[in-house]
Each structure stands twice: as C-alpha cells, then as structure tokens.
C-alpha cells in the first residue's frame, strides 16, 4: 500500500472510495462533538471528498490531505474553485478561502504543520490502511494532535475474508487497541449498511455495518 499504489488509483479514476453525496454519519454525528464555529478541522486523505465543503459551510476551517494532486485538481474544479497553489516544504498547498488541501505523504506532515488544528474527520484513511499501517497511522495522529482534539472516525465492519481491501474491515477491538493508548474511545453508532451497498453485494459480503465513532485526544503522559 504505497504511495504509488494511490497514485496509480487516482490516475485511472480507481475511486470506489469516493462518495456523491455528504456522508450520512458525518450530517447527524458532527453536532456530537459540540466544537465552536472556526474550529480547524483536518481530513486525513481527504480525496475530493464534498464532506470538506460541508464541514465549511457549518463555519469550519478545513485542511484536507492526500497524496494525489488529481485529487486537490478535481476537488476545486468540480466544486468550481480556483485555488491558491504554493509549494511548502514536502508539500504543495492549494487554498480558496477556508479550505486548504495539502498534497504529500501523511506520514510527513509534523504538529508545525497543523497547529490550530482542533478536530479531526476520518471517513476514508483508516479503512485505506492494510492492517500493518494502522498503529504508523494512529501513532501519527497523536503525535499531530494536542490534548483535548476530537475526531470523528467511521469505520466498516464485514468478514475480511470475503473481500480484498481498500477499504478494509477495520473491527471495534482493534479500533480501541489502535487508540485508546493516547484516545477515549465512544461508540456513537453502529448502522446496516449492506442493503445501501451493491457493490460491496457484488464483491461477496453478506454482512457490512458501518461503525461510527467519537474519539478525544487524552493528555500525553509524562
């Protein structure tokens, strides 16, 4: 699961990830994590996700991330955006207004780079990680985040082996294993998700939920 694998995605529109519509869980969860209007909020591999243009519209300052620069190019032009482009260190920038999508690794990005950030939306990168990239992808995360952020994390449940990922079946024990070291860890829901879902039907799965969680950035330990 390299960055060249993603790359090679995005250049033969591979995006079985993308959604056309805002995410359910994120229009009936967000509200939960009671945050200001202002909050920075980061998307970790963000694609060209509409999410980020609704996360604005409730008064958000967003800072999407992604490998790909297809996905900042298709997000502002369909969106109808023409972005700001600078290049900044590993990464290069493209801005219009409150949105801000950085391209470059993940993995890259240090606490200088997202200072202010104060909330977290994670539809699509934990569930893009093959099981021995998830403990690099939440250690990451709370190294970036100071004491306090909260994140919004939906991950799918189904039997791995009745479907090859991306996305991957990402389970609640492994979710706490991942996070609660450095996280408090709430379930908020757990939705069926197969009847909305034929692609999944077509690839083999008989069972899909999708589990959504609250996550809060404990303080770091002496």
């Not at 700001?84 to 920038?93: N, S, W």
């Not at 780079?113 to 995360?141: C, F, K, N, T, W």
């Not at 039997?159 to 979710?175: I, N, Y």
């Not at 379930?187 to 690839?203: G, I």
């Amino acid at each position: 699961m390299t960055p060249e694998f993603w790359l090679n995605r995005w250049q033969r529109s591979e995006l079985g990830w993308h959604e056309d519509e805002i995410n359910r869980h994120l229009a009936e969860h967000w509200p939960r994590l009671e945050l200001p209007k202002g909050t920075a909020v980061l998307v970790p591999l963000c694609g060209k996700s509409l999410d980020m243009l609704w996360l604005a519209s409730c008064g958000h300052r967003v800072l999407g991330v992604d490998i790909s620069p297809l996905a900042a190019e298709q997000f502002f032009a369909e969106s109808q955006l023409e972005p700001r482009i600078e290049v900044r260190g590993p990464f290069q920038h493209y801005q219009v207004d409150e949105i801000s999508v950085m391209i470059g690794d993940f993995f890259d990005l240090s606490p200088e780079q997202v200072a202010g950030i104060a909330a977290v939306y994670d539809r699509a990168s934990l569930i893009a990680l093959p099981p021995e990239m998830r403990p690099r992808y939440a250690r990451h995360l709370a190294t970036l985040l100071p004491a306090d952020v909260r994140s919004l994390l939906i991950t799918l449940e189904y039997e791995q082996s009745r479907m090859k990922g991306p996305p991957f079946a990402v389970v609640e024990p492994e979710v706490r294993a991942l996070f609660e070291p450095n996280f408090q860890v709430e379930t908020l829901s757990v939705f069926d998700a197969l009847a909305e879902s034929p692609r999944f039907r077509a690839r083999g799965l008989d069972a899909l939920d999708e589990r959504v969680y609250q996550l809060r950035r404990l303080p770091s330990k002496p």
